[in-house]
């Protein structure tokens, strides 16, 4: 892989290497002039293993620097694993002369998890240009609505049927475009909709203030709190015995409650999924064992449609079509009321909704003005 590299190119390894190098890894003083990177290595770690000289030779070999001892908020280097059975520097970061005039900072962070390793943080000075999003050539120029319907609630649903009822709504087809006239309907439902507390903000765009891992309760964050705050002890102390010993029994402490709590956690759930009556009840207790929050994609749409359509060639028509077309009647005649409620009929409710984001449970309660409208709209549409 080295030999396929550009001279150019920036190179950033990072990972466990399991090899103590101790002090290491010193280069000349013009190799790093400019840079954030200083020559000479610095390691609370001053054990060298044989894994260690091995694992000098190859970065020589290649042309890389060891980035952990000489960052400026690294220096000397701090533990990167610590366990019952010790302490090493072994996760370590490198870095080619590119890279090192790049390099920013380094840092170990003092987050406690399970593992008995830290993570090491780098940062680079990168810049990346983004074009805006040209909303002349995307998909869709506007953003989903992030609106949620409390179809569940009956009472609401009761409310904003009594309320859709007395307003008075009408479609004047020479008055704008389909499209206009589909997202005024849509936001006299919402308004409506918000009117009787049916309509709300979606769940997943507020900010959830539990621990991503449902299982986490009380004890646990208080566990983790005191084990962070006493390993940050041990880091300004210089890593005394007495106080390490300490650290490692309260880590372990910590790593046990956590797995008990987690195995008591999914043992309530699967008792609950073995006494679901239904599947809104299963699914119901699945969305509380797992939910991520919502994140909007960085990439725009116009990206995404050089993407495929680079992937997908368009064919001819030539390949498509049929050689032979019969002719069948009635697609063109106007949907009549009856057709839509019957259809209206047939949707299932609990589904995903639309761009629209109005469910099927909303759409099914409209009073027949509305459902009028909404005959005419899909008329406009196909002409």
Known sequence: MAETLPDDAVVLVLGDFNGRIGGLGS???????????????ESLDEKVNHRGLLLEEVLQEFGL????????????????????RGKSVID??????????????????????????????????????????NPGNSISSQKVAQKRYFCSDEGKMASFQAEAAKRMISFKENRGSANDG??????????????????????????????????????????????RNLYRRLRRKGYPKGLFQDYSELKSKYVRVLRQAKREFFDRHQRAINDCKN??????????????????NPVPLREWEAFYKGIYKPKS?????????????????????????????????????????????????????????????QMLFLQ
């Not at 003083?29 to 990177?37: A, I, K, P, R």
């Not at 920013?104 to 008995?116: A, F």
């Not at 599947?279 to 994140?295: G, N």
């Not at 909704?353 to 709209?377: F, H, R, S, T, Y």
């Open 27 to 41: 280069v000349d003083n013009e190799m790093l002039d400019g840079s954030n990177l200083v020559a000479m290595r």
């Open 279 to 296: 599947a809104r009840e299963f699914w119901k207790i699945v969305k509380t064992t797992k939910k991520k929050p919502y994140c909007e």
């Open 317 to 377: 028509l030539g390949s498509v079509w049929p050689t032979t077309l019969q002719l069948v009647t009635g697609l063109d005649e106007v949907i009549t009321l009856q057709e839509l409620e019957k259809v209206l009929c047939r949707i299932t409710n609990g589904k995903a909704p639309g761009e629209d984001a109005i469910p099927n449970d909303v759409l099914k309660i409209l009073p027949k003005n509305w459902k009028q409208c909404i005959k005419k709209k």
């Open 182 to 227: 589909f997202i005024k309907f849509v936001a006299e439902i919402e308004s409506v909709g918000r009117g009787a507390g049916l309509v709300g903000d979606n769940f997943s765009q507020r900010r959830l203030e539990r621990h991503h891992k449902p299982w986490f309760n009380g004890r646990c964050r208080s566990l983790r709190y005191q084990v």
């Open 65 to 84: 620097i060891i980035c952990n001892g000489r960052a400026k908020s690294d220096c000397p280097a701090a533990f990167t694993f610590t366990s019952s």
């Open 92 to 133: 370590l970061a490198a870095v080619n002369l590119v890279g090192a005039e790049l390099f920013e900072d380094l840092y170990i962070k003092d987050d406690v998890h399970i593992s008995d390793h830290y993570p090491a943080v780098v940062s680079l000075k990168l810049w990346a240009q983004h074009e805006p999003n």
